[in-house]
């Protein structure tokens, strides 16, 4: 047999695949070369193969249709600066709204209290001659001034304080801060004291005597206390205060009835306006009990109830509120020579820590209802303020009167 040339033509080639080349029909196939796996044809299936038709050569390649051009990609962001790091953007128009808000409120709580605070009084407090030296911590001098001088014909109606002439003291506390609790202990206005140049007479005669000096003076001879800091409300600054922050709560054993305070009240805790907190604090017919210590009490009560509501988140959020307080500061507060918006703002905040466990609330210790002082009792209280030991005082000695606990119990 001879040799078959290996790239014959259709006529030379295998006859079953002849086909392929246009030549014989391939006999019939067998069950099992019908078996054959489908092929997906490349023309996207336009064409198939149909048994027994040759197949149909795809289209050439120039007759395709043309693919979809790919979406270009985008380039990379831009990042300003150098060194590899991206510059600041500014943020999006809302949050850009938002931030300049908040830029807007810092502002504003910063500018309206600084605004007040340069049409506030300053009072020289400092005596000349010798002092206590430097002691630990903070003591103020908190004076209610009693004068009418500043009030209008239709304030005093409105407010009960009647047409009292000169200048006078209607409520003295000291106020000591430090590594301990706050201490606010009052000093009845009847207390009777030496006072420097005109001999041995009630506290309060001394400031009407020479004013806020002189007052300073009598004080630190007596306790040995040295006075750091004064603020001094006007009468009717008190009512000015409360009314700037909604009222604040009162909360008096009995009820109270005092025309000439225009206080009529209930007993139990109540909220109380303006009006209303000045006669409570300065009513002097309606303690019948323990008289100018209650009163005291009662002066401490409403002056650590403002320092609270001062203080409150809604003053700072509130702008009419925030706006309102700052306005009534002017008229109606005093500071010593030297005290900035911040140490102001430091006795604001201590105000607020002088009830429960942040802080101590008392009368000076007295030995009966005519306020003298108790020589060894006050002594000790003296000198826990004076060395700056407030955690070693012991309940029995501060008490809201300043009697004994066994006589106030």
């Given at each position: 047999?001879?040799?078959?040339?290996?790239?014959?033509?259709?006529?030379?080639?295998?006859?079953?695949?002849?086909?392929?080349?246009?030549?014989?029909?391939?006999?019939?196939?067998?069950?099992?070369?019908?078996?054959?796996?489908?092929?997906?044809?490349?023309?996207?299936?336009?064409?198939?193969?149909?048994?027994?038709?040759?197949?149909?050569?795809?289209?050439?390649?120039?007759?395709?249709?043309?693919?979809?051009?790919?979406?270009?990609?985008?380039?990379?962001?831009?990042?300003?600066?150098?060194?590899?790091?991206?510059?600041?953007?500014?943020?999006?128009?809302?949050?850009?709204?938002?931030?300049?808000?908040?830029?807007?409120?810092?502002?504003?709580?910063?500018?309206?209290?600084?605004?007040?605070?340069?049409?506030?009084?300053?009072?020289?407090?400092?005596?000349?001659?010798?002092?206590?030296?430097?002691?630990?911590?903070?003591?103020?001098?908190?004076?209610?001034?009693?004068?009418?001088?500043?009030?209008?014909?239709?304030?005093?109606?409105?407010?009960?304080?009647?047409?009292?002439?000169?200048?006078?003291?209607?409520?003295?506390?000291?106020?000591?801060?430090?590594?301990?609790?706050?201490?606010?202990?009052?000093?009845?206005?009847?207390?009777?004291?030496?006072?420097?140049?005109?001999?041995?007479?009630?506290?309060?005669?001394?400031?009407?005597?020479?004013?806020?000096?002189?007052?300073?003076?009598?004080?630190?001879?007596?306790?040995?206390?040295?006075?750091?800091?004064?603020?001094?409300?006007?009468?009717?600054?008190?009512?000015?205060?409360?009314?700037?922050?909604?009222?604040?709560?009162?909360?008096?054993?009995?009820?109270?009835?005092d025309p000439q305070a225009k206080l009529d009240i209930e007993a139990g805790c109540q909220e109380a306006d303006g009006p209303t907190a000045?006669?409570?604090?300065?009513?002097?017919?309606?303690?019948?009990?323990?008289?100018?210590?209650?009163?005291?009490?009662?002066?401490?009560?409403?002056?650590?109830?403002?320092?609270?509501?001062?203080?409150?988140?809604?003053?700072?959020?509130?702008?009419?509120?925030?706006?309102?307080?700052?306005?009534?500061?002017?008229?109606?507060?005093?500071?010593?020579?030297?005290?900035?918006?911040?140490?102001?703002?430091?006795?604001?905040?201590?105000?607020?820590?002088?009830?429960?466990?942040?802080?101590?609330?008392?009368?000076?210790?007295?030995?009966?209802?005519?306020?003298?002082?108790?020589?060894?009792?006050?002594?000790?209280?003296?000198?826990?303020i004076i060395e700056d030991d407030t955690d070693s005082i012991p309940r029995q000695l501060c008490t809201p009167t300043g009697l004994p606990?066994?006589?106030?119990?």
């Amino acid at each position: 047999m001879a040799d078959r040339p290996r790239n014959g033509g259709p006529e030379d080639g295998p006859p079953e695949y002849g086909w392929l080349y246009g030549g014989k029909q391939p006999r019939e196939p067998g069950p099992e070369e019908t078996r054959v796996m489908p092929v997906q044809p490349r023309d996207g299936g336009r064409s198939r193969a149909v048994p027994g038709r040759p197949a149909q050569p795809a289209a050439p390649r120039s007759e395709q249709r043309p693919a979809a051009p790919a979406r270009p990609t985008p380039p990379p962001p831009t990042e300003r600066g150098g060194g590899g790091r991206r510059g600041f953007r500014f943020p999006r128009p809302r949050l850009r709204w938002v931030f300049l808000l908040v830029l807007a409120w810092i502002a504003y709580l910063v500018i309206v209290p600084v605004l007040a605070w340069n049409d506030v009084d300053k009072v020289d407090f400092e005596p000349d001659g010798e002092r206590p030296g430097d002691q630990p911590g903070t003591t103020y001098l908190l004076v209610g001034s009693d004068s009418r001088g500043d009030l209008s014909a239709e304030e005093r109606k409105r407010l009960g304080t009647g047409g009292a002439q000169g200048q006078r003291t209607d409520t003295i506390m000291l106020l000591h801060t430090g590594s301990g609790p706050n201490l606010l202990m009052s000093i009845p206005r009847d207390s009777i004291v030496e006072v420097p140049g005109h001999g041995t007479t009630k506290v309060n005669a001394a400031y009407a005597f020479g004013g806020p000096k002189l007052l300073v003076r009598t004080l630190e001879t007596e306790t040995g206390i040295r006075i750091d800091d004064y603020v001094e409300i006007g009468m009717g600054g008190l009512a000015g205060v409360v009314d700037a922050v909604g009222g604040i709560e009162i909360c008096p054993e009995n009820a109270m009835k005092d025309p000439q305070a225009k206080l009529d009240i209930e007993a139990g805790c109540q909220e109380a306006d303006g009006p209303t907190a000045l006669g409570y604090a300065r009513s002097r017919k309606t303690y019948a009990r323990f008289g100018d210590t209650q009163r005291a009490q009662a002066q401490r009560e409403v002056v650590s109830a403002v320092g609270k509501e001062v203080l409150s988140p809604w003053t700072v959020l509130n702008p009419f509120r925030y706006w309102d307080l700052n306005q009534s500061v002017p008229g109606f507060f005093a500071f010593g020579e030297g005290t900035g918006p911040v140490r102001a703002g430091l006795w604001a905040m201590a105000m607020t820590r002088v009830n429960g466990e942040s802080g101590l609330t008392c009368g000076v210790p007295i030995q009966d209802l005519a306020v003298t002082w108790d020589p060894e009792r006050s002594q000790q209280m003296f000198d826990a303020i004076i060395e700056d030991d407030t955690d070693s005082i012991p309940r029995q000695l501060c008490t809201p009167t300043g009697l004994p606990k066994e006589v106030t119990g």
